[in-house]
């Protein structure tokens, strides 16, 4: 299998892959109903979901794969894989599920918004800033207040 076909088809499989395994993990849990949904359902949504969207990754590359074989004379240089936003995206999660019981929602978004700003070449400082605020604030209002997950908006919890 060449370089192409691995970087085109495997992001869409894994993704499949991901919501299979939830599917069949969460079919382990009681389903419920549309009006009393059980722990089971949720996941079950969310593996869906996730299904759905790796066959939209994986009918797209088969689209340009098409393409690519209709056109046999041009042999475009691949781009080099994007190691930096991968990196700096794992590296921002880890950070935030390291810290997040430590020193609070807003301040571990705060550090996972600053960490995978390094992802990008050109970024905005300012603007980054405002979604960090925003997203802390959203998250502290739905995770927090609203669902009531048990963390703090600062400090340890």
Known sequence: MNRYLISHFL??????????????????????????????????????????????????????????????????????FPWRPVLCTCAGVLVFALTVERIGFVPASCLLIAITAFAETERSWIRLALVALFIALFGSLVFIWGLGLPLTAFGAS
Do not use: H, K, W
Request: net charge positive.
């Open 11 to 80: 992001p869409g499989a894994v993704v499949v892959a991901t919501g299979v395994a939830i599917a069949l993990v969460s079919l382990g849990y009681p389903m419920g109903n549309l009006l009393r949904p059980g722990p089971g359902f949720f996941p079950m949504v969310i593996a869906v979901l996730l299904s759905l969207l790796g066959i939209g990754v994986l009918a797209e590359a088969r689209v340009a794969y098409r393409a690519r074989s209709a056109a046999p004379g041009d042999t475009e240089a691949q781009p080099p």
